[in-house]
């Protein structure tokens, strides 16, 4: 790979750094979610997780967080493109802000399917 090619690589992999702090310093659902990220990640050390069950929750983890990322620039792009109230872009809006919802509601329900037994035994009400 060129010197060139390599400074524009590096550029870009910036600019989504730079895209990705952005949204977490400005938006207040991402700050939820990566709530929710460091609470998975530390009940899944503490409750000893399986390989398997960490590959789900980290590809959990990435859809919701993208997901969240891709609202955010649909919401910018709509209020960069008109002020005023319009029917398409209330439906932009909500139509991304409903994928992120559906990827949290799963992400949640997974969760609940690999962490509640665990918990459970782990308080002693499952053997
Ligand atoms: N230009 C617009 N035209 C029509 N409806 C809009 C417009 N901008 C926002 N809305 C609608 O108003 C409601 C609130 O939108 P808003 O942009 O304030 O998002 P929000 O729910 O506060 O999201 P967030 O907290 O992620 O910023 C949503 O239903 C959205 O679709």
């Not at 997780?49 to 859809?63: A, R």
Request: proline residues 2%.
């Amino acid at each position: 790979m060129s010197k060139v090619n390599r400074s524009s690589l590096a550029r870009s992999f910036g600019y989504a750094f730079q895209g990705i702090g952005t949204c977490i310093r400005e938006e207040r659902n991402i700050k939820i979610h990566l709530t929710f990220t460091g609470l998975v990640i530390f009940f899944g050390v503490f409750l000893k997780i399986s390989p398997l069950e960490w590959c789900i929750c980290l590809t959990l983890f990435g859809l919701v967080l993208a997901l969240e990322l891709v609202n955010t620039a649909v919401e910018a792009v709509v209020d960069l493109v008109t002020e005023e109230r319009k029917p398409l872009a209330k439906k932009a809006k909500d139509t991304a802000a409903g994928a992120v919802l559906i990827a949290a509601i799963c992400a949640a329900a997974a969760g609940l399917v690999i962490f509640l037994p665990k918990g459970l035994r782990w308080i002693g009400v499952l053997h």
